[in-house]
Each structure stands twice: as structure tokens, then as C-alpha cells.
């Protein structure tokens, strides 16, 4: 087996259980190093690290998958992995719908699963991993005997690890928009168009925790997608709901939410981009007692993090400005470089600008099958915060 030897220096970051060892971290490599293999990691006087998975070609040489020296990596070892991911989630309370495994946060790096009832959708984004995407198939197929599982492999960043981007079935085909229940609605989740793996799965208790401000209220929401905080708050108990997205796909998949739920005379929706309508609507002076932002990602380097501080700002301040006195501004950013502290010093800003006193109700993370890692910055990267506007 390849060995991988680090420099003298260990990173604090692989020492404190990170497991990524970029190329300048390594001292040298006996063996030849090909992609997709599994090595072995030790510290500049041999003692062993760990065992993972490596790509030459990528600026993260190394990707671990154990510390223990008695793993092996093979077929058995994935399904263990999987099987141990589902007990947690199981433990947790998820039944139907969950993410069974979130690559770092599970000791999968850079495996995604989403489970969805009966079906599956995967990422394998490195090339040590897309490897095994047989065994983790057969993994899936034993413990799930599920009705279908697909692949959405259809993101850039595999091309960095020199494979394709590539979608579609890994099982029999099947009818690729499903319905999922969640908190006593129903959802269409189309695995094969749909933005990531379909639906995001990481919103669900955040979803829930809009119940009590919404009842009687007139809602405004921006950034949609299916609709699903829209749909939820007209369930629990709100007079109006309106919901904005740019995509004319994500509106129209909303609507037939809105309908599934037999809800469409509450909520409705609309194409359009939230920036222009944010900003024409608070100089309107229009006014909602709650408003909801659930943005894309608005930046993925640090180069441009700036950027991401000011898109923030600025949809925040307008949102604030267009919710009535006493009112409720429900605010997520999934920006993983934006910290939970950055994110509440922005919304701080965009108060103070909009003249507005804020208090905070609610501030929470990603659901629990998404779970956080302590020094494992990428798993911490939903903020999720619901503020009075006074
Ligand atoms: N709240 C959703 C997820 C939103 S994802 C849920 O819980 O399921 C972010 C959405 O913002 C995407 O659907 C994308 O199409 C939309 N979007 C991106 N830029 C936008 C813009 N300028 N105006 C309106 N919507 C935008």
C-alpha cells in the first residue's frame, strides 16, 4: 500500500481529526501514487495517522476514511459505514426522508446520500470515492431494498478531481419525480432536475419552527425554490402567502406543491428576481408581518467573501424594511464561509441601516442528519435565525 509521509509540522487541523491532507502538507510518497487508491498516512516519525483515499491529480492529496489501523477499505468496510450512518439517523427519530450520510461529518468524505422514502439519490464528488460507487450501491441495496436510486454527479467541482459530470439511474429506471411527506405536508421531489439532489433536505425542523409566527399573518418569501417554507406557512395557519424565485422551473414546481396541499387559494407564486422586488417593494413601502430569504450560496471562496457580506446585507435590510412593527423576519444564509457570527453582525448592520430594532427569536444550524463536526468548519454552514423587527 501507497504510504504517505507528512511533514514534520503535523497540521493542527489533521491532528484535531480533519480529514483532508492537502499536497504541501506531505513530506513524501512511497509508492506510486495513482487516484482513486487507498494509502496509508503517517507522521513524519511513523506513527500511523490514518487510512484514505488519493488523488494526485487534486489539491487535497489525501482524503482520510479511518484512524483506525485495523480497517480495512473495502466493500464491507462502506457497508458498515452506511449501515452505522442509518442507525444514527434512526436514532435520531428519521424514518422516511433524511441525508443518511454527510460526507465529512459521516467518515464518507465527499459522499452524499439522500434518502427519500423509497429512493436514493447519490454524489460521489472525488475520485477516491466515486471508486466505490458500486459497493455503496450494493451497500444501499442491502440494508434499503429501496425502489430506486440515482446518481446526481452533475456538479462542477468533480471536474477538479478529473472525472465528468454525470446523472442518472444507478437501479432499474423509475418515475424520477416522487413525493415525500414532511411535517404532515407533501412535497414533489423531481431526483432528476431538481436543484442538488432534488430537495433540501437540511430545512426540514427549520421549516417547523415558523408554526407560531405565521398564524393570521400575510407572508412574503424570496428564494423558494418548491415552495416549501411558503407551503408551510400557509398550513400553519397564514391569511396570504407569496413566494418569489427567479427559476420559472422552481415556481411551477411550487405551484403544483401549493396544489398537492390543496393550499393553492392561500399561497401563491411568483417569477422574479428577489433583489430588483426587495428593493422596488420597501421603496413602495409594501409591508408583510412576516417575511422569509433562504438565498443560494452566495459565495464559495474567500477571495469574494466580501461580496457575500454585502448580497447579505442588502436582501436583509430590504426584508426588514418590508416587515410591519412587531413583525417577523425568518433569514437563512448557507453561505459555509459566512460564520453563525458574521452572519448576526450582518443582520446587525443591515438593522441598524434599515432603522430597525430587532430582537432574536430563534437561531439554529442545519437539521440533525446533517450533523456538525468541531473542526470540521464545512459541516457547520446553515444559520438559520428568525428576528422580531420592531
Ligand atoms: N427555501 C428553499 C431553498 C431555496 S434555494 C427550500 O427550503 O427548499 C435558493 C433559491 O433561490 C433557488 O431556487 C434559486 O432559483 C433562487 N434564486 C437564486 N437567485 C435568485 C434571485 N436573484 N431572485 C430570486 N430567486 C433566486
Known amino acids: 500500500m501507497i504510504q504517505v509521509v507528512l511533514k514534520r509540522k503535523i497540521s493542527q487541523r489533521v491532528a484535531n481529526g480533519h480529514p483532508w491532507i492537502f499536497a504541501n502538507e506531505v513530506e513524501k510518497i512511497e509508492g506510486t501514487a495513482i487516484g482513486g487508491e487507498i494509502g496509508e498516512v503517517f507522521t513524519h516519525d511513523k506513527k500511523f495517522v490514518g487510512k484514505g483515499y488519493i488523488n494526485p491529480k487534486s489539491q487535497i492529496l489525501v482524503r482520510l476514511l479511518t484512524r483506525e489501523r485495523k480497517d480495512n477499505i473495502n466493500d464491507q468496510f462502506f457497508q458498515d459505514r452506511i449501515l452505522q450512518c442509518w442507525e444514527y439517523r434512526k436514532k435520531l427519530g428519521y424514518t422516511e426522508n433524511c441525508r443518511l450520510v454527510f460526507g465529512e461529518a459521516d467518515s464518507l468524505p465527499q459522499l452524499i446520500i439522500d434518502k427519500f422514502n423509497d429512493y436514493f439519490v447519490i454524489q460521489t464528488v472525488a475520485l477516491g470515492i466515486d471508486v466505490w460507487k458500486p459497493a455503496i450501491v450494493n451497500s444501499i441495496n442491502k440494508i434499503f431494498r429501496p425502489k430506486g436510486i440515482y446518481e446526481r454527479n452533475d456538479v462542477p467541482v468533480r471536474e477538479l ?82 413566494g418569489l424565485d427567479i427559476s420559472e422551473n422552481a415556481v411551477r414546481q411550487a405551484t403544483e406543491n401549493a396544489r398537492l396541499n390543496n393550499l393553492q387559494d392561500i399561497v401563491q407564486f411568483k417569477t422574479a428576481n428577489a433583489f430588483d422586488v426587495l428593493k422596488q417593494w420597501s421603496k413602495e413601502e409594501k409591508k408583510y408581518d412576516v417575511v422569509m430569504l433562504d438565498p443560494p450560496a452566495f459565495t464559495k471562496s474567500r477571495e469574494t467573501i466580501q461580496k457575500a457580506i454585502t448580497g447579505y446585507k442588502e436582501i436583509n435590510l430590504r426584508g426588514m424594511k418590508l416587515v410591519k412593527p412587531g413583525g417577523f423576519l425568518v433569514t437563512s444564509s448557507c453561505t459555509n464561509l459566512v460564520s453563525p457570527e458574521l452572519f448576526l453582525q450582518i443582520i446587525d448592520m443591515a438593522a441598524k441601516d434599515a432603522r430597525r430594532r430587532i430582537r432574536q427569536v430563534v437561531f439554529q444550524t442545519q437539521s440533525p442528519d446533517h450533523p456538525v463536526v468541531p473542526g470540521i468548519e464545512t459541516t457547520q454552514y446553515l444559520k438559520f435565525l428568525i428576528i422580531e423587527v420592531q
Open 161 to 242: 478531481e478529473g472525472m465528468q459530470q454525470q446523472k442518472g439511474f444507478l437501479s432499474d429506471p423509475f418515475e424520477t419525480k416522487i413525493i415525500i411527506s414532511e411535517n404532515g405536508l407533501k412535497f414533489y421531489v423531481d431526483v432528476e432536475n431538481g436543484q442538488k439532489t432534488g430537495y433540501f433536505l437540511d430545512q426540514q425542523d427549520n421549516r417547523k419552527a415558523i408554526k407560531n409566527i405565521v398564524k393570521g399573518a400575510d407572508v412574503l418569501g424570496a428564494f423558494t425554490y418548491t415552495g416549501t417554507f411558503e407551503i408551510h406557512a400557509a398550513h400553519y395557519g397564514a391569511k396570504s402567502v407569496l
